[in-house]
């Protein structure tokens, strides 16, 4: 009796056309995602197999994204990479800071500011694009920072690899033992 309640009425023809049409619609645009998802892995074992190795295709390819080029990011200091993404938040903290101490912008610029005094105001974001991976996912809520520091270290260093040496790190790996450094 109750499910009597609650079964609705019958869709006309053309409800169950329109219906079906958004279904296929759906199932269309399911397909297309996983194309592209196994473009991206194509692409990023060509282009950066370190990086998509250490952090995963979609992070390493959002984080090339956001510094430009695969070039730029392995220019980046590690402590740049790992805020990447997180600007928006980084100058709410800075003019936060700077309204603070009656600083203008370029001053701040120009002459720098002690931003470690920023540490003691507000929250600072300790990660960016990187707090996508699983590893940052999987690290309790005191040790993510350590782990985002510790993750855009190895991601810079992958980075560089991928962009400079041009090859797999197990074949940078093997020179070094070759040439004794």
Not at 52 to 78: D, F, Q, W, Y
Not at 104 to 130: C, D, E, M, S
Not at 152 to 172: P, Q, T, W, Y
Request: hydrophobic share 45%; with cysteine; charged share 20%.
């Amino acid at each position: 009796m109750l499910f009597s309640l609650f079964e609705g009425q019958d869709l006309s023809p053309v409800d169950l056309i329109n219906v079906q049409t958004f279904a296929q619609r759906v199932m269309d645009l399911a397909d297309y995602r996983k194309k592209l998802y196994d473009y991206l892995v194509t692409k990023m074992s060509d282009i950066a197999p370190n990086l998509a190795a250490l952090i995963g295709e979609m992070v390493g390819a959002r984080l090339i994204s956001h510094a430009g080029s695969l070039t730029n990011l392995a220019k980046c200091p590690s402590s740049t990479l790992q805020i990447l993404g997180a600007e928006k938040a980084l100058f709410r903290c800075i003019s936060r800071f700077v309204s603070l101490y009656k600083f203008n912008y370029t001053a701040v610029t120009n002459f720098g500011v002690n931003f470690r005094a920023l540490k003691t105001r507000g929250n600072i974001p300790k990660y960016g694009l990187i707090f996508h991976s699983s590893f940052i996912g999987r690290a309790s809520a005191k040790n993510k920072g350590r782990i985002a520091r510790f993750l855009a270290n190895k991601c810079s260093i992958a980075s560089r690899i991928d962009c400079f040496a041009g090859n797999n790190l197990e074949n940078v790996l093997n020179k070094r033992e070759v040439f004794g450094r």
